[in-house]
């Protein structure tokens, strides 16, 4: 069974068509590109998924349970965490409270004791905290622990937001356009991240503008187009693929 | 420890602050206790409304859900003969239970459902209130009977501030463990970004409404206060106009800090609006002018203006930018209409 998978799923605004029948599995513990021109839908892919966006037909599955229409937040208990194209980030808030939402889920004292402090609810705070700096420390973020999350340079505001996913402890990550932005340095740092936490177990799906990237890193590559999926396989065979190469290259030249 | 260590530390001002209030009767007269005592119950109300504002929720039915709870406990002690204390209790319940039931359905439905709901319900209580015969009328309850310590009667000046500055501590003490818990940081995040709150697991309705009904428990219990210094009560007290000043409480005070900025602004324009006593007509449009010259030269408010040395960058990032990507603290920039959608 499929860890990820969508059925039909249609997505359309009015007359627009963003996503059209897309049939998309992504396997437990695989690295998945999904990878198209401007406007080919794989933001608003992420959206369905995540429930941001409410679907137009289709179904999404999760570990075969059918999550299609749930709540954001209830998404997110599911295991599915997101970093976003934009950056997403609590701005006014320093690193280390970003991250520290992200561990909402796994802080969980209950309601009074919280309120109240009780030894218990320190406990959680406690772990929640080390969490959080294990995670900055991950992202090579620790000495940027009590910067303001808006005075970040881009690179660090990507790192941020991947960091806060990985907060969530998620069995799914899905990060939208990690690298855009970065400098060839950064870039290169991110990309061993995440290989690192494909490595840890947790299965990712790349949206990636950097060709380089995507074809450096993913087991497969999932192609859309206009919101359809164009082709999917190994890097190899995407790279040689005529339809591929047609659909970027019609797109530059319009 | 030097002079300037103790002006910046937050504990010398706050112990100041504190020991002043405590001296306070024994500083003023009578009279001029009272503008404290209201003083005090606006700031409850202030804390109330700041209290949403961490959601991105303003509500503008804050004088209403006082009402709820001044009649609860006017209605309490008049037709049941029930001691103050306990009708305190009972008026936080009927205002909590109360709320869900207006806000269970509105709250999922965004801020501005929200807001309008409030408003209406605002509009309708009081309706409720003035024309229901057994509330008294627009003519008001009749006279209340005093609040009692055992068999001590509570009708000087001096206990009733005292037992408002009991509640003001109470209100402040709720508050601040509530926002230095897992609670509060999960409102925060509401408040700065809906959506990427949501998609780290908060649920965003359930917090909502479970702060929302928290600002009810309060505004009740700043209600019943009310009811110890006043004969009566007249549902016109509980009207639209006094949510209005409660806004502006806060905005004088400053977003930035949930505690002191709207207690700062509540004090400072009660004192204004008794200083004006003389000239009361006028009194509105100086204060409104006064919250449209805040709101356009130091948006932070007072409170702000100290955290403006802190937080340079809340300075900076300020102008305009209230846009999708780029949120401030909690409460202090609207929340986006896109991102509102997410709460649905």
Known sequence: ?254 | MGIGNLVRSKRFWLGLVLVLAVALPFLIGAYRLQIFIFAITYSMLALAFRLTLNVGLPRFDVAAWWGVGAYTTAMLMLKANMSFWLTLPIAVVMSVVLGYVVFSVSIRRGMMVFMMFGMVFALAIQQVLGTVKFFGGWGGTPALPPVTIGSHVLNNKMWIYYVGLAFLLFNVVVYYLLFNSRIGRAWNAIGSGLRLASSLGVDVVGYRLANVLVSNAFLALAGSFSVMYQAMVLPTTYGFQRSIYVMMYVVLGGFLSPLAGPIIGAVLLTSLSEAMRAVQQYEPIVTGILTVLIIMFIPQGLTGLLHGRVRPLFLRLWPAKAGVQVKGPAGSTQVSGPDEKAGG
């Open chain 1, 1 to 254: 069974m499929a860890l990820l998978e969508t059925r039909g799923l249609c997505k359309s605004y009015g007359k627009l068509e963003a996503v059209k029948d897309l049939d998309f599995q992504v396997e437990e513990g695989e690295l998945r590109g999904l990878i198209g021109p401007n406007g080919a839908g794989k933001s608003t892919v992420f959206n369905l998924i995540t429930g941001f966006d409410s679907v137009t037909a289709g179904k999404v599955l999760f570990r075969g349970e059918d999550i299609t229409g749930m709540p954001a937040h209830k998404i997110a208990k599911k295991g599915i965490a997101r970093a976003f194209q934009q950056c997403f980030l609590f701005m006014f808030s320093t690193v280390l409270e970003n991250v520290l939402v992200g561990c909402h889920m796994s802080s969980r004292a209950g309601a009074l004791r919280e309120f109240l402090h009780t030894p218990a609810a320190r406990r959680q705070e406690r772990a929640a905290r080390e969490k959080a700096l294990r995670i900055i420390d991950f992202m090579g973020m620790s000495d940027l622990v009590n910067e303001l999350a808006g005075s970040l340079s881009h690179g660090h505001q990507r790192a941020l937001g991947v960091a806060m996913a990985l907060a969530c402890e998620p069995t799914l990550l899905l990060l939208d356009e990690p690298v855009t932005g970065m400098n060839p340095t950064e870039s290169a740092e991110m990309v061993q991240r995440i290989r690192r936490i494909r490595e840890s177990g947790i299965t990712v799906v790349l949206v990636e503008h950097s060709m380089e990237v995507v074809m450096n890193v993913c087991d497969r590559i999932t192609v859309l187009s206009y919101g359809r999926k164009l082709a999917e396989g190994r890097p190899e065979e995407i790279r040689n693929d005529p339809v591929v190469i047609e659909a970027y290259l019609g797109k530059e030249e319009a």
